[in-house]
C-alpha cells in the first residue's frame, strides 16, 4: 500500500510541474496534439537556406524545481540531434535575471516550454515535463529534422 501510495505522489507531482510565482496570466494555447498539427508560419525550405536555426526552443523553469532538472537532459539530448536547426535558450525564472523572462512569456507553471519559429513568433507552448519523444514529433511535424551524426 506504502508503494502504490508514493508512485501516486510522484507521479502527480512530475505531471504537475511546479508551482511558478506568476498567477493569473492567460496562457497563450494550450498543450495537446490538435497544437502539433499546426504548420509554421515561415516557410522552412525557405528558412533552410538561410543561416541560423530553425526554431528557437525557451525553457522557463528553474535549477531548483524536479521536472525542470528533469528537462535538464531531454534539452542537451535536442541539442545534440539537432544542432543548428534548433536554439536552446533557458531561463531561470527563480532569479532576478531570469524573472523578467517569465513575465514576459507569461508563464503560469515551471516548467514552460516556448517554441519560436525562425521570425520570433510562439507556434507553440507546453507546460510541464515534455518527453523527448513528444518533442521530436513537434519538431518533424513542423519541417525540422534530426542532423544525421
Same mark, same amino acid.
Given at each position: 500500500?506504502?508503494?502504490?501510495? #508514493?508512485?501516486?505522489? %510522484?507521479? %502527480?507531482?512530475?505531471?504537475?510541474?511546479?508551482?511558478?510565482?506568476?498567477?493569473? %496570466?492567460? @496562457? &497563450?494555447?494550450?498543450?495537446?496534439?490538435?497544437?502539433?498539427? !499546426?504548420? #509554421?508560419?515561415?516557410?522552412? +525550405?525557405?528558412?533552410?537556406? !538561410? $543561416?541560423?536555426?530553425? %526554431?528557437?526552443?525557451? +525553457?522557463?523553469?528553474?535549477? /531548483?524545481?524536479?521536472?525542470?532538472?528533469?528537462? @535538464? &537532459?531531454?534539452? $542537451? !539530448?535536442? *541539442? $545534440?540531434?539537432?544542432?543548428? /536547426?534548433? &536554439?536552446?535558450?533557458?531561463?531561470?525564472?527563480? $532569479? +532576478?535575471?531570469?524573472?523578467?523572462?517569465?513575465?514576459?512569456?507569461?508563464? /503560469?507553471?515551471?516548467?514552460? @516550454?516556448?517554441?519560436?519559429?525562425?521570425?520570433?513568433? *510562439?507556434?507553440?507552448?507546453? *507546460?510541464?515535463?515534455?518527453?523527448? !519523444?513528444? #518533442?521530436?514529433? #513537434?519538431?518533424?511535424?513542423?519541417?525540422? *529534422?534530426?542532423?544525421?551524426?
Amino acid at each position: 500500500m506504502r508503494k502504490y501510495v #508514493l508512485f501516486l505522489f %510522484v507521479f %502527480v507531482f512530475l505531471t504537475a510541474g511546479c508551482s511558478a510565482e506568476k498567477k493569473g %496570466v492567460e @496562457q &497563450k494555447g494550450s498543450a495537446g496534439a490538435a497544437l502539433m498539427k !499546426e504548420k #509554421l508560419p515561415v516557410t522552412l +525550405e525557405k528558412a533552410k537556406k !538561410e $543561416t541560423g536555426p530553425l %526554431v528557437t526552443f525557451v +525553457e522557463l523553469g528553474s535549477i /531548483n524545481c524536479v521536472p525542470c532538472r528533469m528537462m @535538464q &537532459k531531454v534539452m $542537451t !539530448e535536442v *541539442e $545534440t540531434d539537432y544542432k543548428d /536547426n534548433v &536554439k536552446i535558450v533557458f531561463y531561470d525564472v527563480w $532569479t +532576478e535575471a531570469g524573472k523578467p523572462f517569465g513575465a514576459k512569456y507569461g508563464i /503560469n507553471v515551471i516548467p514552460t @516550454q516556448v517554441f519560436l519559429d525562425k521570425s520570433g513568433k *510562439e507556434f507553440f507552448r507546453h *507546460e510541464g515535463y515534455f518527453p523527448k !519523444e513528444d #518533442l521530436d514529433f #513537434l519538431l518533424k511535424k513542423n519541417g525540422v *529534422e534530426k542532423v544525421k551524426k
